[in-house]
C-alpha cells in the first residue's frame, strides 16, 4: 500500500478556499492511501465536497 505524504486536508482546505480553482483541483497522488483516504482519514470525496469542485489525485490523463 502507498502511504499519503504528510499533507492533511484541513490544510489544503485551508490553503485553497476562496481561491479560484477553476473545474477540478489536480492533487500529487501520494497524498492519498489506496483507500482514498487522507492522513486524518478524510477522503477525497470529503474534500471535493468541502471544496465544491472534482479533486483527482494524478495529473490530468495519467495516474500514479
Same mark, same amino acid.
Not at 479560484?20 to 497522488?29: A, K, T, Y
Not at 477525497?44 to 465544491?52: I, K
Not at 490530468?60 to 495516474?63: D, H, K
Given at each position: 500500500r502507498r502511504? /499519503?505524504?504528510f499533507i492533511r486536508p484541513g490544510v489544503l482546505f485551508r490553503a485553497l478556499a476562496g481561491q479560484?480553482? &477553476?473545474?477540478?483541483?489536480? @492533487? /500529487?497522488?501520494a497524498v492519498l492511501n489506496d483507500d482514498e483516504?487522507?492522513?486524518d482519514d478524510l477522503t477525497?470525496? &470529503?474534500?471535493?465536497?468541502? @471544496?465544491?469542485v472534482p479533486v483527482q489525485a494524478g495529473f490530468?490523463?495519467?495516474?500514479w
Open positions: 502511504r /499519503p505524504l479560484e480553482l &477553476g473545474e477540478r483541483v489536480f @492533487l /500529487p497522488p483516504l487522507f492522513l477525497r470525496a &470529503g474534500l471535493e465536497q468541502r @471544496l465544491g490530468r490523463n495519467r495516474w
